[in-house]
């Protein structure tokens, strides 16, 4: 039965990478407002994040996107009981902006501040409008610039069990689109070629499995796959990196494979490693987060696990799973009512500190 | 006939980070200033918002009490910027008080002709990179600080013909980033050289001229002075030109 939640009622800033988002939470788990001002039209040309420019624009937008989600919400700041922000991981650049506004506001407002973590709280955006769910749970992150596993015995009670050693999967699948030629940001673009086409993932690409009881994750090995089998072999000529031929080379057809491909090893992995996290904690919840949780293999393969297992799967709504401040509010009411709150001496942070 | 009473002075915060020691003065309506400094731009810990706190409470008031703040927008350390910018756009929308952009260039002139008491012309060399350099020249007048010229990035060494009639008859304001040979070739037309050394004070003093002369701006216009375009973008063109 659940229990019910403390009232509260939080004012969340995110702005840890190329999104400026603002929402109000109410009772950890009813959002009232999510406003997500998304900076890929200054990054497109560079085919990346340039944090110069996402800092610079999170100026820009950090103050009317706020103003946003308070009238969204109908709500003005004397209603707010706290004020939280994204205060790692992330480009520190991005990260400072959130954070001292939030900091500031706080304090003008006579309210406490909370700085939490933004890849744990991308866990705790399954359970935004939904009833509580039964610990203990596994919890995979899934983004672009993380893939982690970890071991939850409640909200707010982690263990780290795996994580990528190099690139992470959403900046895989990005890096794969690419080499295809599709535009940015290229991975929910990889994902519907693939979906959209039907096509079978007749490549045979290393799906990496590190240790066989290993927690962590590789995806530089596939990636290399992915390119020769784009490219060809390459081979040396005057010094240079020649390639046998380009993306534009390919036909439709073996474009979509390729795609598919991609998809099919990247997912095996994600889902290799998630089934032994599961099988050494004994979990009785899966919860899912990121913005690769979008992609619709991702999401058909972790439903069919938690089915054969039995267990229970919290992904969040599509809207939850990108980059946004609601999963931060949800985060912050668990550490608000635990007493919880951050010294305005709180700075950003580009890393984790959670360890294993 | 008696002089009607004058109105007593704002509560007044202003906020100067733009170098790695940042300060905050904090004027109150009693005519007191309260000023306090701080490492800034450190990695383990932020110390703007509560050294904002302190002072204020030194003060006696509620923050709610804010009337104007004046942030010293650069050109500067990005990070410092970056947190006091976004700091008074919070403070602004938490307190409703007035926002005033004071060019760092400015609130370095006004702690030298204070310091200095002298009452001529300076121009102040920064954000230098390569051979150029961001520079602004201001004199000192009974009104207080005039720029006659918009302040801008000029190639400094060599030093064009330009740049030598803004160092005409100016002390030259300039850190030990200025490229190698400005101040030696700039010798013959300036009165001399010193480092530059904003405060906190002194960007409350150039916060209330810049106040009287062009009023506060919305929280939206707000924003540092950036001298360029993000270096990524420039070597990006580069690449692909």
């Known amino acids: ?356 | 006939m008696p002089e009607p009473p004058s109105e007593p002075p704002l509560v007044h915060l202003a906020i100067e980070t733009s170098q790695r020691e940042g300060g905050i003065a904090l004027q109150l309506d009693d005519g007191r200033v309260l000023e306090r400094t701080f490492p800034c731009g450190g990695r383990e810990t932020d110390l703007l918002v509560p050294s904002i706190d302190a002072l204020v409470e030194e003060g006696g008031i509620a923050p709610s009490r804010l009337e104007l703040v004046s942030v010293s927008i650069g050109p500067g350390s990005f990070t410092g910027l970056r947190i006091a910018v976004s700091t008074a756009k919070a403070l602004a929308r938490g307190t409703g008080c007035a926002l005033v952009p004071v060019p760092s260039a400015w609130v370095v002139a006004e702690r030298w002709f204070h310091d200095s008491g002298d009452r001529g012309s300076v121009l102040v060399a920064s954000a230098a990179k390569g051979t150029a350099c961001w520079l602004t020249r201001l004199d000192r007048s009974d009104d207080g600080l005039v720029q006659a010229r918009p302040a801008g990035l000029f190639t400094v060494q060599p030093p064009t013909e330009e740049v030598m009639t803004l160092c005409d008859g100016a002390w030259i304001l300039a850190d030990d980033h200025a490229p190698e040979g400005f101040l030696e070739a700039c010798s013959g037309h300036s009165r001399g050289h010193d480092q530059p050394g904003p405060s906190a004070r002194a960007c409350l003093a150039a916060g209330q001229q810049v106040l009287a002369r062009t009023g506060p701006v919305p929280a939206a216009r707000l924003e540092p002075l950036y001298p360029r375009e993000p270096e990524a973008v420039t070597l990006w063109r580069k690449r692909h030109s």
């Open chain 1, 1 to 356: 039965m659940n229990e019910p939640r403390q009232p509260t009622c939080i004012l969340a800033i995110e702005s840890s990478c190329d999104e400026t988002a603002a929402a109000v939470v109410r009772d950890g788990r009813r959002v009232a407002s999510n406003v997500i001002a998304s900076q890929h039209e200054l990054h497109e040309e560079y085919g990346g994040v340039v944090p110069e420019i996402a800092s610079r624009a999170h100026l820009e937008r950090i103050g009317p996107i706020v103003d946003r989600a308070l009238l969204e919400a109908g709500i003005d700041l004397e209603d707010l009981d706290a004020v939280a922000a994204g205060v790692r991981p992330g480009l520190i650049g991005s990260l400072l902006v959130g954070v001292s506004f939030a900091k500031a506001l706080a304090w003008s407002r006579g309210l406490p501040f909370l700085g939490v973590d933004h890849v744990e709280s991308h866990l705790l955006a399954g359970l935004i409008d939904r009833p509580e769910v039964a610990w203990p749970a596994v919890g995979l992150v899934v983004s672009g610039g993380h893939t982690c596993l970890y071991e939850l015995s409640g909200p707010l009670d982690l263990r780290l069990l795996g994580a990528t050693i190099d690139d992470a999967a959403g900046e895989a699948f990005d890096k794969a689109a690419t080499m295809l030629g599709l535009p940015y940001p290229g991975g929910p673009e990889l994902d519907r070629l693939a979906e959209d086409s039907g096509a079978e993932p007749e490549v045979e690409l290393p799906i990496s499995l590190m240790r066989r009881d290993s927690l962590d994750f590789s995806f530089s090995g596939v990636k290399t796959a992915m390119l020769y089998a784009i490219r060809g072999t390459p081979r040396r000529e005057g010094g240079r990196t020649v390639f046998e031929r380009s993306a534009e080379d390919l036909a439709p057809k073996q474009r979509a494979v390729l795609a598919a491909s991609f998809r099919h090893a990247v997912v095996a992995a994600l889902v290799r490693k998630t089934t032994l996290a599961l099988e050494a904690t004994g979990a009785r919840t899966l919860l899912a987060g990121g913005g690769v949780v979008a992609n619709r293999l991702l999401r058909r393969e972790l439903e069919a696990l938690a089915v054969a297992r039995g267990l229970e799967l919290r992904m969040p709504a599509m809207a939850y799973c990108m980059d946004n401040a609601a999963m931060l509010g949800v985060t912050a009411h668990e550490r608000l009512v635990r007493g919880q709150r951050d010294p305005l001496e709180t700075t950003a942070s580009p890393t984790t500190r959670r360890g294993r």
